[in-house]
T-cell receptor
Framework: GAVVSQHPSRVICKSGTSVKIECRSLDFQATTMFWYRQFPKQSLMLMATSNEGSKATYEQGVEKDKFLINHASLTLSTLTVTSAHPEDSSFYIC?????????????FGQGTRLTVV | QKEVEQDPGPLSVPEGAIVSLNCTYSNSAFQYFMWYRQYSRKGPELLMYTYSSGNKEDGRFTAQVDKSSKYISLFIRDSQPSDSATYLCAMGLLTGGGNKLTFGTGTQLKVEL
């Protein structure tokens, strides 16, 4: 299957700082990428849809000023958690679809475990 | 009511057993139905996807969709300890540029020797 790479896999930061997470499609171009958050023993919750060259679309209840998304190229989307707080500690996962596969398969990155202390 | 309902388990079975995992959904607009496997602290891995009612088989895995009942299943034959993981069902809606997924909570499976 197509490869989606996420970096870093794990990050610990101090409360009040910002953290950037990268999501790359390695062998295909993705006009759309999705960002999810997963709390322990819970399902993946869609946070936002990242569109290349335009503003991201955020799900209800997700603060766009806190979770900044930039999709500057067809292979890279970034999620920046600004002014992080301990309650932002979670597993963040991105996914992307390959248009050449008809967009039916969503491939996921390895995830980023964020711990805010 | 959640859009996708899935029993979180945990489900424990002996090696070699047939495993049945299920999800129900309420949104009849869902177009695609997927099963993902997620190991601890890893991203989900796509196992199977289908878009129509009926069965789809791939090796030891069989995905079943019943759109009239809004019910999907994943069967695992000859289960192995390596199958121990959390299994997530996901329902897809095609947006302008990708497949927007709604996930179940995941069922934790443990296959014991």
């Amino acid at each position: 299957g197509a490869v989606v790479s996420q970096h870093p896999s794990r990050v610990i930061c101090k409360s009040g700082t910002s953290v950037k997470i990268e999501c790359r499609s390695l062998d295909f171009q993705a006009t759309t990428m999705f960002w999810y958050r997963q709390f322990p023993k819970q399902s993946l919750m869609l946070m936002a849809t990242s569109n290349e060259g335009s503003k991201a679309t955020y799900e209800q209840g997700v603060e766009k000023d806190k979770f900044l998304i930039n999709h500057a190229s067809l292979t890279l989307s970034t999620l920046t958690v600004t002014s992080a707080h301990p309650e932002d500690s979670s597993f963040y996962i991105c996914s992307a679809s390959d248009p050449h596969r008809g967009d039916t398969e969503a491939f996921f990155g390895q995830g980023t475990r964020l711990t805010v202390v | 009511q959640k859009e996708v309902e899935q029993d979180p388990g945990p489900l424990s079975v002996p090696e070699g057993a047939i495993v049945s995992l299920n999800c129900t959904y309420s949104n009849s607009a869902f177009q695609y139905f997927m099963w993902y496997r997620q190991y601890s602290r890893k991203g989900p891995e796509l196992l199977m996807y289908t878009y129509s009612s009926g069965n789809k088989e791939d090796g030891r895995f069989t995905a079943q969709v019943d759109k009239s009942s809004k019910y999907i299943s994943l069967f695992i034959r000859d289960s192995q300890p390596s199958d121990s993981a959390t299994y997530l069902c996901a329902m897809g809606l095609l947006t302008g540029g990708g497949n927007k997924l709604t996930f179940g909570t995941g069922t934790q499976l443990k296959v014991e020797l």
